[in-house]
């Protein structure tokens, strides 16, 4: 059974900082890994599609990272900023299983 | 620029009381993906299709039934409804294992 935990569960940080997430995956046997982004009340925003083959994606001050071999995928946000607040989460496999998500918050 | 639209978008039922939920997306994505949220819990797959015709289960699929009559949509239905249910229902679709995902904005259910 795949199973994907997110680290840490909840961060705060003060605007400015390089921020680091983590997502960790059971099965080697992923396809890809997609983060996403949900504010509060809302429905989830794709950020990043790392496929298999790849070993990392960029937009903008996000870059996404995969490593197949360790089970592992890092989400790292450059220069944070208050409108960077919400919970992160990442889904990997064929069924699109999910973590339990990041809950960010960076202030001012 | 539709993309992935749930129906209804907030609902509130009597236990045992039964009812629907309409995912449609416009993108012809072959998959599709019902999804319940719980707080704490995250986002939790209750049943998933890989194309018209067919569904398959997910981690909680259990009180729940699911159809894909038409390639564009798939829907979630509650026969008896209960408490446990209560849970914010999302819905997702791609192309197929290797694409980006897009999800509709939710169902607020609430089982009294």
């Known amino acids: 059974k795949q199973e994907v935990t997110q680290i840490p569960a909840a961060l705060s940080v003060p605007e400015g900082e390089n921020l680091v997430l983590n997502c960790s995956f059971t099965d080697s046997a992923i396809y890809n890994l997609q983060w996403f982004r949900q504010d509060p009340g809302k429905g989830l925003t794709s950020l990043l599609l790392i496929q298999s083959s790849q070993r990392e994606q960029t937009s903008g001050r996000l870059n996404a990272s995969l490593d197949k071999s360790s089970g592992r995928s890092t989400l790292y946000i450059a220069a944070s900023q208050p409108g960077d607040s919400a919970t992160y989460l990442c889904a990997g496999t064929d069924k699109l299983i999910f973590g339990t998500g990041t809950r960010l918050q960076v202030f001012p | 620029n539709a993309g992935v639209t749930q129906t209804p978008k907030f609902r509130v039922l009597k236990t045992g009381q039964s009812m629907t939920l309409l995912c449609a997306q416009d993108m012809n994505h072959e998959y599709m993906y019902w999804y319940r949220q719980d707080p704490g819990m995250g986002l939790r797959l209750i049943h998933y299709s890989v194309g018209e015709g067919t569904t398959a289960k997910g981690e909680v699929p259990d009180g729940y039934n699911v159809s894909r009559l038409k390639k564009q949509n798939f829907l979630l239905g509650l026969e008896s409804a209960a408490p446990s249910q209560t849970s914010v229902y999302f819905c997702?679709?791609?192309?197929?294992?290797?694409?980006?995902?897009?999800f509709g904005q939710g169902t607020r259910l609430t089982v009294v």
């Open positions: 997702a679709s791609r192309t197929g294992q290797i694409t980006e995902a897009f």
